[in-house]
């Protein structure tokens, strides 16, 4: 099959967490957005956790007001984050779990088991003219229920492949990326949008953007700390670099 045109979203969640750890309004996620926009994202990613540990209530609507790309608003499915999302209305909306005791989003929406749950927050969404997707693990039953939920796009969670990849267990890491691989091209035969991401670096990011049916990949915790070292704007477009390599490896 050819390959769709392949979207780099930027996470930038830790530019507030590190403001957030001294206090104050530096550094500033809005300016960190438009160094990514120059830079070559397509578009921006912000979770606005209930706990607020590092995007505010204020970033959000100062994003919405100040990016001339997509706004992509992660959220919990709560009654107020429903209402947040209604109100600000960003390009679209991805739907993730939340724990409160949890360091990052340790796996995929349980879209099987919250099925009834999550059907009216994507209709309620979607009504709102946002754009949803779900935000899961890379399994053939996720993605069924992802589709009856009527969500129009799913991000595979790649954390599992990454880590594995990380830590050395080569073993487990094919395995887990034989998942994403079959997931992503499951999804795309039920009509869904792939999207991935969560613990991409340049290496993962190269080798999952040849899979033709992927169409956005969403990066945020490497490329602030690759821009400790690099700058943020010469990390995004080493990231873009590696996305366009591995798509093109794509047979056409």
């Given at each position: 099959m ?69 706004l ?44 009834d ?8 969404l ?76 340049y ?35 080493q ?14």
């Amino acid at each position: 099959m050819s390959a769709k045109p392949l979207r780099l979203g930027v996470n930038i969640d830790h530019v507030a967490t590190l403001r957030n750890a001294r206090g104050g309004a530096r550094p500033d996620p809005l300016r960190a957005a438009l160094l990514a926009i120059e830079a070559g994202a397509d578009g921006i990613t912000a979770h606005l956790r209930e706990d607020r540990r590092h995007i505010t209530d204020a970033d959000m609507a100062r994003l919405k007001a100040g990016i001339s790309k997509p706004l992509n608003f992660e959220m919990a499915a709560t009654a107020q984050m429903l209402d947040i999302a209604l109100a600000t209305a960003p390009h679209a909306a991805c739907l993730v779990p939340e724990k409160r005791t949890e360091r990052t989003t340790e796996g995929g929406l349980d879209v099987i088991g919250g099925h009834d749950y999550l059907v009216p927050f994507v209709d309620q969404l979607t009504r709102g003219g946002i754009r949803v997707s779900l935000f899961i693990e890379p399994s053939t039953e996720a993605i069924d229920a992802a589709a009856s939920i009527r969500a129009p796009v799913v991000e595979l969670h790649t954390g599992a492949w990454c880590h594995a990849v990380e830590t050395g267990d080569l073993a487990r890491a094919e395995r887990e990326f034989a998942r994403v691989v079959a997931a992503a091209a499951y999804g795309a035969e039920k009509g869904l949008e792939i999207h991935a991401g969560h613990g991409l670096d340049y290496d993962t990011a190269r080798r999952v953007s040849a899979l033709p049916q992927i169409a956005e990949l969403n990066i945020g915790h490497f490329l602030i700390g690759e821009a400790v070292f690099v700058g943020l704007s010469e990390a995004i477009r080493q990231m873009r670099a590696a996305m366009d390599a591995g798509r093109a490896s794509v047979a056409p």
